[in-house]
């Protein structure tokens, strides 16, 4: 690959001094040898001088009995960290009231709860932050 088409700064970014291509998926090696892909570096959030990915704290709240879909999105603060926000949609015949928003909101670090008729609905069966955030306008 040469570059991305009339973008040298893309390309700038994608493709170092060296020839390496740097695609932007984190991943990890398990004790076999084997690599695992775990997300995107442009889905992190800087929280507490540490990268924070996003789906590792969905994947929690996905473990809530009450909750359908999650998108957890950075908010930005004044200083150089972000505060982890989730949107939520509740499954089916949950009625959302202030107690369960309380427990929900337990699940989260900081940011927290946007109900579902306050932030943007998640395309159904897919998790994307990037229409959330453009709904939201948070982050860019």
Same mark, same amino acid.
């Given at each position: 690959?040469?570059? =991305? =088409? ?21 991943? =990890? ?32 709240? =996905? ?78």
């Amino acid at each position: 690959m040469r570059g =991305y =088409y009339k973008n040298t700064e893309a390309t700038r970014d994608f493709i170092d001094r060296e020839g390496w291509i740097h695609t932007g998926d984190l991943g =990890y090696y398990n004790n076999d040898g084997r690599l695992f892909l775990a997300g995107r570096l442009k889905n992190t959030m800087f929280r507490m001088s540490k990268h924070m990915n996003p789906a590792e704290m969905e994947h929690c709240l =996905y473990a809530h009995w009450a909750i359908s879909e999650v998108a957890v999105l950075p908010v930005p603060r004044e200083d150089t960290d972000d505060d982890p926000a989730a949107i939520i949609v509740l499954k089916e015949g949950v009625a959302g009231d202030q107690k369960l928003a309380e427990e929900i909101k337990a699940f989260v670090a900081a940011g927290g709860v946007t109900p579902p008729h306050q932030g943007a609905p998640l395309v159904r069966g897919i998790n994307s932050r990037f229409s959330v955030r453009q709904k939201t306008g948070s982050g860019d």
